[in-house]
């Protein structure tokens, strides 16, 4: 079991790997099926929305902070890269969103996380060309 200090040390290296402020990338466990899930949420600070970024699933929180750091120091080699453009329900602006994923589902997925899928609308969803 990770301690308090060794998962504060971990969330910090999380998000100085990302270059997320605090405030801007929420830690939330939760307990599913006798197991620990950690979704890493991000929180845009423009329009104060949020996003899955990824979640990972462990024994405890120590073992999903790891998991998680081992992601984030790789991810950008693995996933495609897709830009999104919606707006949601009430809103006058269109915003775009950039995800990592390995398919528009999967960007979709955490576009949506946590919403009911009437509460955004997409108007475009484009992979990026990879460098």
């Known amino acids: 079991m990770t301690d308090e200090f060794e998962a504060a040390r971990l969330q910090r290296e999380i998000e100085q790997h990302l270059g997320i402020a605090p405030g801007e990338l ?21 329009h104060q ?9 462990g024994h405890d929180a120590g073992e999903c902070l790891h998991k998680m ?4 120091r790789r991810y950008r080699d693995n996933e495609s890269s897709f830009t999104l453009q ?4 009430g809103d006058k602006e269109l915003h775009t969103s950039y ?10 997925d955490k576009l949506y996380f946590g919403r009911d899928l009437n509460t955004i609308t997409v ?9």
Do not use: C, K, M
């Not at 929420?26 to 423009?46: A, K, M, W, Y």
């Not at 929305?49 to 699933?57: P, T």
């Not at 750091?69 to 984030?72: E, F, G, N, P, Q």
């Not at 995800?99 to 979709?108: K, S």
């Open 26 to 46: 929420r830690f939330e466990f939760r307990q599913l099926d006798g197991q620990t899930r950690l979704d890493l949420i991000t929180v845009n600070p423009r």
């Open 86 to 89: 919606w707006r949601a329900r």
């Open 123 to 131: 108007f475009s969803v484009v992979l990026n060309p990879s460098s």
């Open 69 to 72: 750091l081992d992601y984030v």
């Open 99 to 108: 995800f990592r994923a390995h398919h528009v589902y999967e960007a979709l």
């Open 49 to 57: 929305q949020s996003f899955l970024f990824r979640y990972e699933v």
